[in-house]
């Protein structure tokens, strides 16, 4: 991806950054002069405080470095998640007997082109990061065990367009059910244009459109656990683990770990990022008054609604809200769009 490299090559030359303390953690940004001898990498697992990094210099042979977090470090990623799978990362080798044992501090994080993120569980205002620099998203739910939430896919869908990562729903378990009313449920999606795929990992039905999709980019895999994504994983390395070209190979945490996000590299060409079960997934950086311009099915009738602005949740002579009264809004979309607009505070 040479325009990433670019980018982030000239902000490393800049050597001007922001100093700034974070109430919750003991880790700093600082202003500064970059550190002499820094070895280049991309982050390629985080699980805690541990991070995996892969050497991307000219002279690197592609190595895992297994890494923690310098005190302070070097970053213009304001109020958000420190390091994240995907990072650009400038790292100090600290024990290096030989470059394939050695050990790294995280000393520096480039600025991102773009993440998928959240806002923290824990925390107010604070973005959780759970990928950066990627292209595509995989939207990850199943028929049954557990049954999909359209709520939940609809909230992904607008963080996906938020940060101008390509997105799809993947619904994995139709040889549990796969029925009209199912696929009538996925409808108005396709009709925005958004792919769905409806597949089996475990029988590995469908798995070709979801080759196609993944093919030549780095791809975000998300959505609640026991959905199947590491199943999905699994098959599409050719159902031998160890034929996935995991490239965080260094951890003898566990191959099936739930906890780690971790990106794997598949023969066929791309990257997937598998990513820790999500339970919940508050909004980041979205305000009420502008969701509304993410659920496109809106968009004809916007314009003659009453009021302008109209939040289509109250107003006299909304069109939006007639249209949905008339059928010619899908239910659970609008539906969605009040339980969102409900759950922001601003
Ligand atoms: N029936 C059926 N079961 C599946 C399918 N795919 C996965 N499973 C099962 O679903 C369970 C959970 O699968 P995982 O791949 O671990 O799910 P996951 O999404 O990675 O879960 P987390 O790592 O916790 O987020 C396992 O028992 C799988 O065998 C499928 O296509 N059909
Ligand atoms: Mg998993
Ligand atoms: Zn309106």
């Not at 994080?109 to 959780?128: A, G, I, L």
Request: glycine share 6%; proline share 3%; charged share 30%.
């Amino acid at each position: 991806m040479p325009r990433i490299t670019e980018e982030l090559e000239h902000h490393a030359k800049k050597q001007s950054f922001r100093y700034d303390k974070l109430s919750q953690s003991k880790l700093v940004r600082q202003r500064g002069k970059l550190p002499e001898n820094i070895e280049e990498g991309i982050v390629v697992q985080s699980i805690g405080k541990d991070f995996f990094v892969k050497l991307i210099g000219e002279k690197s042979r592609e190595q895992i470095v297994e890494c923690v977090t310098a005190g302070k470090i070097i970053s213009e990623n304001e109020n958000s998640s420190m390091v994240a799978v995907g990072d650009r990362v400038g790292i100090l080798l600290t024990k290096k007997k030989n470059i394939d044992s050695a050990e790294g501090k995280i000393v520096i994080v480039h600025p991102r082109v773009n993440c998928f993120s959240r806002k923290t569980v824990y925390q107010q205002s604070r973005e959780d990061i759970l990928a950066s620099n990627i292209n595509k998203i995989l939207i990850f739910a199943a028929t049954a065990d557990p049954q999909y939430n359209r709520r939940f896919i609809d909230r992904l869908l607008l963080t996906a367009e938020l940060n101008l990562i390509e997105p799809a729903i993947c619904i994995n378990k139709i040889d549990i059910i796969f029925n009209d009313e199912l696929q009538d449920d996925f409808e108005a999606y396709v009709k925005l244009g958004i792919k769905v795929f409806f597949i089996s990992a475990l029988k590995e039905e469908g798995l070709d459109q979801i080759k196609d999709f993944i093919k030549d980019s780095i791809t975000l895999l998300c959505g609640a656990s026991g959905t199947g994504k590491s199943t999905l994983i699994n098959r599409l390395s050719g159902s031998a683990i160890q034929k996935v070209t995991d490239i965080s190979g260094k951890t003898s945490k566990g191959k099936h770990t739930t906890s780690a996000t971790r990106m794997l590299e598949f023969e066929f060409g791309g990257k997937l990022i598998d990513t820790p079960g999500l339970r919940e997934f508050a909004l980041w950086g979205l305000t009420k008054a502008e969701i509304h311009l993410y659920f496109h099915e809106f968009d004809s009738y916007n314009p003659d609604c009453r009021f302008s602005p109209c939040t289509h949740t109250h107003e006299p002579d909304c069109a939006v809200k007639k249209a949905y009264e008339d059928g010619l809004i899908d239910m659970q979309r609008y539906e969605s769009y009040l339980n969102i607009f409900d759950s922001l505070d601003v």
